[in-house]
């Protein structure tokens, strides 16, 4: 059986779509549903058994779980803005100290989401070099509680057992229900129906034009390939990149939007606001070094194909991911 946490979550399920493709149902899916949408993108999914993460960690902790393959553990608070530390804390590292712990006990397969976030402003770079960990510097909670757990993995010398990814700006199907969190190809599709027109934040630094800030974008059909290359591969540990090592800007992303629309191009640029703007990054850009040294070739689908794909087959059609 394999285990999926976050399981109704945006890769969660993409993830669990996947496993389904591939013929495989003996999943155990364990989430939080709470009151928004999410409980949608498991309706077309095929799994064995769902757990609320409460009851799961009960179990977890009186080591009454079943037999496991492997364990994915993409559950966690994911957002960037979240000021409750302790929180955060609870959440996304003592819950995944205890399900490494007990995965290491056990001899099972745990392959954990990290993040992009960790890196900080990028000044230390976007290398997924092990010596690296400690020099960087977390800009928000949401990317320091990410960074404890890589660091927690360092200290207690398990990294060589597990496997820690770094998402970078992951888009695509299945996530509706994450509010501010969604993906700017989501939130810029609904300005151009509600306004016929995408905001964009102005630049402040003189080496980039307004909207020219440059991101990692990343779809998540690729993301969910690259993550099952780790349970394709079990002698691969460490902590890997995912993203596609190519950085575009805001402005060809919107534009990729309007063409996957029919629409011709309509951009205002606003002021930032000031509670991010001295922590605002003008660019990231996963090193995908390592993975590639490890074997996996597989190129991304390009960005304007991949936002051609999510607009036409999911957005317009309110569509959720499914086995597909």
Known sequence: ???VTGAAGFIGSALIAELNRRGTTDILAVDNLGSDLRWKNLRKLRF???MESDDFITDLLASDLPSLEAIFHLG???STTETDASFLIRNNFEFTKHLATWAVDNDVRFIYASSAATYGDGTKGFSDNHDELLDLVPLNMYGYSKHLFDLWCVNNSILDQVVGLKYFNVFGPNEYHKADMRSFILKSYEQIQDT???RLFKSYL???AHGDQERD???VKDAVDMTLYFLDHPYLNGIYNIGTGAARSWNQLV???FAAMGREPNIEYVDMPDAIRNQYQYFTQADMSKLRTSGYTKAPMPLEQSVADYVQNYLVKEEYFGAF
């Open 196 to 198: 016929g027109k995408v």
């Open 206 to 208: 003189p080496q980039y």
């Open 1 to 3: 059986m394999i285990l």
């Open 217 to 219: 974008f990343l779809y």
């Open 255 to 257: 534009k990729a939007v």
């Open 48 to 50: 064995d058994d769902y």
């Open 76 to 78: 966690a608070c994911s």
